[in-house]
């Protein structure tokens, strides 16, 4: 009897778990930038209305330093995430950051770090190195599993999302010093797709000094 009553629990979790799956939809998001071009590196989040967005156990990430310049220049991660460093130069880096969600330095090194760095709080976290003024780069770090980042035409897909109600909001490294992260409330019931304008210039080439970012 408790056998039986094991597999029907058993059968009613599997089943939740199904109908749950297979109403998550997929939100699409086009950005553009002042002229209306796709934008390309934009990140984006959903964050729920009325509740926590579901927390999944965070990945890993890994960050390049490829020919004196960071690879992915713009990255988003789950609160959590540890992120390893790998030097493909054949030459030394020294890479740090004085932001506020995450303060740390990696001294002089070639390879593989021993340890990655997990990202542990929320915000804005800028990259440098000591040796190479112009290697710069962006973490952004989010409270939520559900995010993405636009590719070369600008799009961007936020995939299993429960339905319901979400700000979805966008940030991009070329926007202004301080600037709030601009922000859309969607109903997600179904797959759908949304335009995000952002108030930068064209193109994704320009960089922003080291210390004035803030969250």
């Known amino acids: ?12 979790i599997a089943a939740v778990l199904a ?35 579901p927390m999944k156990a965070p990945g890993t990430a890994i960050i390049d330093q490829i020919k004196r310049t960071f690879v992915p220049k713009v990255t988003i991660l789950q609160t959590g995430t540890p992120v390893t460093f790998p ?4 030459i030394e880096h020294d890479v740090y950051s004085f932001s506020p969600a995450k303060t740390f330095e990696l001294k002089l090194y070639s390879g593989v770090p021993a340890h990655p760095v997990v990202f542990d709080k929320p915000g804005l976290v800028t990259l440098g190195c000591n040796i190479h003024d112009q290697m710069i780069a962006y973490v952004l770090v989010v409270d939520t599993a559900f995010f993405a ?37 969607v109903t997600i019931s179904a797959d759908q797709s949304i335009k995000f304008p952002l108030d930068v210039a064209g193109g994704v080439t320009g960089m922003m000094s080291m210390p004035g970012h803030s969250w």
């Open 149 to 185: 980042k636009s590719d070369a035409h600008g799009v961007a897909r936020i995939e299993g999302l429960p339905p319901g109600d979400y700000y979805i909001k966008a940030w991009h490294y070329q926007m202004p010093d301080g600037a709030a992260q601009p922000s859309q409330r």
């Open 1 to 12: 009897m408790k056998y039986s009553r094991l597999v029907l629990l058993l059968g009613l």
């Open 87 to 90: 030097n493909k130069d054949n």
């Open 19 to 53: 109908i749950s799956e297979a109403s998550a939809a997929t939100l699409e998001i086009d950005f553009s930038n002042k002229a209306g071009g796709p934008l390309a590196d934009a990140v984006v989040y959903a964050m729920p209305v009325d509740a926590k967005v």
